[in-house]
């Protein structure tokens, strides 16, 4: 599904030059869950924003779904990012300005929809956030929990193959972010490749497989001691 | 406080000049254009003579059918038989007869070429009525009315011209070959518009430098040099022509009381009764008494340009007001986190109307200076919309100035009072929130 | 378009959205009326006054200190020696001239009764040369001859036993065109006058607004005016009018020294004097020029005053759109569409307002209805406005990286 070799990147500022990630090498088979986790600065976020088409990268190669991205111009990478993946963000992301249900919208808006499809998603992916009641609120009436479950359902009205998250729970409490580990385990069931960075060590150990990030490098987590329970619950599963 | 907020304000403003330059340069334009149009606007408008524009009144009556009048109000002017009915009947405590003469002064010097001045014909009276002040000597006797006398009044500037400035007060000059003595020198009198004769002036024209009794104009058979109106033709020669029904004389009683006021037009009224009895006049009495700033609105003495071009531009300033009060919400809503932090950290909400207020208020005060230097350049440029003789009346005096900086600040101070407000509302736990 | 969302977004940005739409709106109101006073100034600005303009030359005389009934002879003098002075055409008297700003109006009609007005027309007092002074061209009948020329009192003036009228003037009192021979009857005088000539166009003295619906009625009168008031024309060779602006006076001082020839206005070529005549004309209507343009501009200026603000303050969730799956083109127009849509409110509201404001003016002043074409033209050139001014900043919006959506604030 996302395929990453000697993948680099790197900003330049007037400054400096940082080298986000170097050397990067990944492999996500379609269908799989996985836990991205790793020191803040390490280039988590960065590896996200290249494989959703965010943002380009400087050297090295990515496939995503076989083809061959640093190929394509913006408006295919637009395309590919409305039918293909799908993003939670930490910050949530949800447009101030719009209210729930034009949230969950604005993909299905871009992929020129029609109506009643697009209704029709929008309400069962409200629905399965359980947030349908509230359809006509604006974000800021919102808890953060809440929030969340909006910008998830967005990331589903779409039925995108790859769902991308950036820490989705790291700014709810346990609680709250159990309820969205939980949906996110059931997009996987359904068949979804998910890629999610997280802090949490409970919630990355729910994954399928780990990779740590150092310095803008995957490490190979069998030198982790620390990580090994984890990886007997990778093997099992 | 007020320096810190000034501080803050000056900050903000350089940190987006491109924004803060565009307010500006509105808030300029519209006051400037203004200002412009509003110093012809209160040039043409003005009062020429405010302690007594109360108590003099032009007198007018229809002397002609309603079909030859326009809207069914008497004539501007009076006829001649009209006006020395009303000289004689010496109703009001003064009055005057008047009309625009063109006599030329032939200097004594015989090497020097005819001087034209501008000049009326009129009683003594009208000295005192309209507060001609004298540098030398005074009116003439009302004696020397009935006496047709050969007496003038000259101004300061043909006396400069022909005396080098002396006392002249007893001696001759020549108009048109026949000798005059002077009995009075004015000093400068220059009421703009010239209030006692829009009809023949337009309102607005250099000063009037010479004066002679109305009973020896007639005398002489000076024709008016200004309109003449007939509804008939009155046939040949001066005397057919006075007694005709042709209007070319303005009238002016001074009547220092409403009740004086009220009883002059009841006796006016009474005189065209009279004449409708007599079979003079085959309609029944319509008659006017006009003070002087009615007589003005009346004669349309402000150009339609001075108004068209002062509300364009009211509607320019309103524009631009709106440009600044999107602007300024634009520019204060950015703010939002600065304002929710320091609402946090304890400012009170007046203390943001204040400190945002301080900066509108900075932005006014240059725009004001903006608008004042497209005044000053504006108002130079009035002659070329406007006649000379009006765009040399509108001038950048002190108060000019004075009113376009309070406008610009007062102005930007309302525009800034819709976005203060919603910067004010923006709550401490704002920031906190996501976006 | 997705114009249901735009509309949601914008509901919760009124402030800014009535801000734009107002300035839209006051903008048109104002251009609009500005354009109908512009049209209605600079209309006649190159309307022909019917003479050639060219090397034509303008006296204001006042005779000083003489008797009227000794005007006749000082004239005659006057002409005579202006019509001898080398580089000069021909020269003659005239009570007044087109676009000179005063002169004799009067009604018309071709019976003898004095109810009915068919025209007003202006009245020029002149004599046999005033044709070929003045460069009119006849188009019908004859010239004055000379016998027929006399002076008279302005005040015990009646009428003349022969006119020569121009052609508007001709063709309004007898549309079928066959005015020559016939008579016409001024002023309510009984007395009929026939007319000998017609002139192809003669322009009344007045520019003004009052004067427009007999702009170029005009009779001229084979009678000089006695009184000590008037003016000579001079019509001078090619390339002499400059040297005779200074010599003609001069010789009429030499002439006869009591008279007054004004600083003022007193010697004026014809190209002064229309210049003069239409100055407040020209100036208002650069007036409105100028007001026009910086109005835009500052629409404009505010336009993307504005929306540069919105961009700014919502890039995060243009890069949470461009994240979703927008292009840049889909953002573009996102721009493009919502001010269209804040424009046509302005446009809609400001037509409104122009055509009330317009009904104001016509009401109080001397101004023209306006024309529902200003208002579509107002309204496209406020909307392309509009369009123009947002490209810059919605360009700016669809350079907005997706990957902003992943930055904090
Ligand atoms: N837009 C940028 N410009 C310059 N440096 C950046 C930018 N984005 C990220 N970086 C740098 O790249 C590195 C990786 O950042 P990031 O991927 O955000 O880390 P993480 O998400 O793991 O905390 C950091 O050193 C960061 O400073
Ligand atoms: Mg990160």
Redesign the pocket.
Known sequence: MLKMTHLSKV?R?EVVE?Y?LRDFNIDVKEGEFVAVT??????????L?IAGLLETFTGGHYHLDGIEVSQLNDNARSKIRNEKIGFIFQAFNLIPDLNVYDNVEVPLRYRGMKAAERKQRIMDALERVGLASRAKHYPAELSGGQQQRVAIARALAGSPRLLLA?EPTGNLDTQMARGVMELLEEIHREGATIVM?THDPELAARAQRNVH?ID?QVVDLSEEPRFHAHNARVADA | MFAYYFQLGLRSLRRNPILTALMVMAIGFGVGASMITYSVFRATSNNPIPQKSGQLYAVQIANWKTDDLDKGEPPSALTYTDAMAFMQAHKAKRQTALYPIAPSVIPADASRLPIEENSYAWYGDAFAMFDIPFLYGGAWTQAQDDAHAAVVVIGRKLNDKLFNGANSVGKTIDLDGHDYRITGVIDEWNPQPLFFDPVNTGGFGDPIGLFIPFTRAVDLQMSTAGNNNCNDTPGPGWSNWIHSECIWIEYWAELPTTADADAYKRWLTGYAAEQQRAGRFKWAPNVRLRNVTDWLDFNKVVPPESKISLLVSLGFLLICLVNTIGLLLAKFMRRAPEIGVRRALGASRREIYVQFLVEAGTVGLTGGVLGLLLTGVGVLGVGWVFDEQIARLATLDASLVLLTLIAAVLATLLAAFYPTWRAAQVQPAWQLKSN | MQIKPILAALKRHKAGTVLIALQIALTLAIVCNALIIIRQRTEHLSRPTGMIETDLLTVANRWVGVDEKATPSLGKTDLEALRGMPGVVDATYANSYPLRGGGWSTSVNITPEKKKEMAHTTLYFSDDHALATMGLKLVGGRNFRPDEIDWVDPKAFDTTPVVIVSKALADKLYPDGSALGKVLYHSGATKPSTIIGIVERLQVPWTGTWAGNFAENAILIPRLLTGNFGSYLVRTQPGQLERLTKAAPALLFKTNRMRVIPDERGVRTFAQVREQAYKSDRGMAVLMGVVCAVLLAITAAGIVGLTSFWVGQRRKQIGVRRALGATRHDILSYFLTENLLIGAGGVIVGAVLAIGMNLWLVSHFEMERLSLLYVAAGVVALLLLGQGAVLAPAMKASRVPP?EA??SV
């Open positions: 900003y500022t940082t986000a790793g020191p803040s600065g390490s280039g988590k976020t960065t590896f924003t950036d960075v990030i803008g | 990957v992943t930055r």
